[in-house]
């Protein structure tokens, strides 16, 4: 069975998007099966693949409100080498429409229970709010990874995010845990990023990732070539971190079975 994935922050700009790319395709040089889902109506992990989003027909729209079946949905990222349920403006829409829907926070778990026995990991990139979509990949994953910046307003927005899991765990999906805090735009050199580092180290122990994601310029122009870091340029410190935290991953899921 695959193991689901939300990546969420309501925060933006932490890196949700480049984690869910680079982690996907990071997991795919392990030779695991892979299908990243991108929630966001903005379409960044879509174009980040390599696919565009205004010429794809159909959308995780389609799979949230038209109860399309993801395998007829998904298309395969030859810059990635994952499959991804693409995403564009589409999606927006249904943010609303799925408030009339019967079942609503259970349109994507209900469409990935098909799926699940495909993939080794299903990751989900969430839009950086919480919307009936976040819901949906809360209510349909196993594990919640949250990328941040080690700032000060990040805290701040920490405590509200573990305030909605907590909710999500008591409300839908009691099965939901937190897998990891991975520190983002990381750089030693900071003062406050070195605080707020050791503050989350206490907080959370273990479930802070020890691998950290460091500003990278390949990083920040992989998305605008279609491609990972990975691919853009395997040997730059961004795709060299995505490929620790997948091997990092891999070593706590064998050591949790």
Do not use: W, Y
């Given at each position: 069975m695959g193991k689901i994935l939300a990546v969420t922050n309501q925060k933006g700009g932490v890196g949700k998007t480049t984690t869910c790319v680079n982690l996907a395709a990071s997991l795919v040089a392990t030779k695991k099966k892979v299908l990243l889902i991108d929630l966001d109506p903005q379409g960044n992990a879509t174009m980040g693949s390599g696919i565009d989003k205004n010429t794809v027909e159909t959308s995780v729209y389609d799979v949230l409100v038209l109860d399309t079946p993801i395998a007829e949905v998904s298309v395969y990222s030859k810059n990635c080498g994952y499959d991804i349920v693409p995403s564009n403006a589409d999606v927006t829409a249904?943010?609303?429409?799925?408030?009339?829907?019967?079942?609503?926070?259970?349109?994507?778990?209900?469409?990935?229970?098909?799926?699940?026995?495909e993939y080794d990991y299903i990751i989900i990139d969430c839009p950086p709010s919480l919307?009936?979509?976040?819901?949906?990949?809360?209510?349909?994953?196993?594990?919640?990874?949250?990328?941040?910046q080690c700032e000060y307003y990040a805290l701040e927005g920490l405590s509200a995010l573990l305030d909605t899991i907590s909710q999500i765990q008591q409300v839908l999906n009691p099965k939901l845990k937190i897998e990891g805090l991975l520190r983002t735009m990381y750089d030693p050199r900071n003062g406050l990023t070195n605080d707020v580092s050791q503050q989350l180290s206490e907080h959370f122990g273990n479930k802070v990732y020890r691998t950290v994601i460091p500003r990278n310029i390949r990083l920040a122009e992989a998305p605008s070539h279609g491609l990972p870091a990975l691919h853009y340029d395997k040997q730059s410190k961004g795709a060299l971190s995505y490929l620790a935290l997948a091997g990092e991953m891999l070593r706590r899921a064998d050591k949790d079975s």
């Open positions: 249904a943010e609303v429409e799925l408030l009339s829907i019967e079942g609503k926070e259970f349109r994507l778990r209900d469409a990935l229970a098909i799926e699940q026995t919307n009936m979509l976040t819901v949906n990949a809360l209510a349909a994953a196993q594990g919640v990874i949250i990328p941040m």
